[in-house]
């Protein structure tokens, strides 16, 4: 079992986005800790939400379960979840899944906040083939 290390960061331009970082591996076992990590952020009322995978390499399902679950509560209240930088095997099982359906990734963090500081939506990152 590896850690799951977290920072949080909130940046403020025409609207707060919520820049979350994650290290490690998120399983299980610590799914419950990126869970409150979303919850604080929401309950500080930011809905624009950034997670930087860049640092995961593997997500469980209860990880997934956890993006799932919250990105209904944050789009209710007008925002976003994106996910930015999988690495090769994580952005695998997100398609599989055909999680690209409900969250949008995109190759970097810069990307995806860039789309909620200009407050314009670009859409997710195509599939180049």
Not at 50 to 71: C, M, Q, R, T
């Amino acid at each position: 079992m590896e850690k799951l290390i977290i920072s949080e960061e909130k940046l403020n331009g025409k609207v707060p986005v919520a820049l979350i970082t994650l290290k490690g591996s998120i399983e299980t076992t610590n799914a419950a800790t990126l869970e409150e990590a979303i919850e604080r952020v929401i309950n500080d009322r930011c809905y624009q939400i950034v997670v930087d995978l860049g640092g995961v390499n593997y997500i469980s399902s209860a990880g997934w379960g956890i993006f799932i679950s919250e990105i209904k509560r944050v789009r209710r209240n007008g925002g976003d979840i994106k996910l930015a930088k999988m690495n090769p095997a994580v952005r695998e099982v997100f398609e599989i899944l055909e999680f690209h359906n409900i969250l949008k990734p995109y190759s970097s963090k810069e990307d995806a906040l860039r789309d909620f500081m200009s407050g314009v939506e670009k859409g997710p990152e195509t599939k180049r083939k």
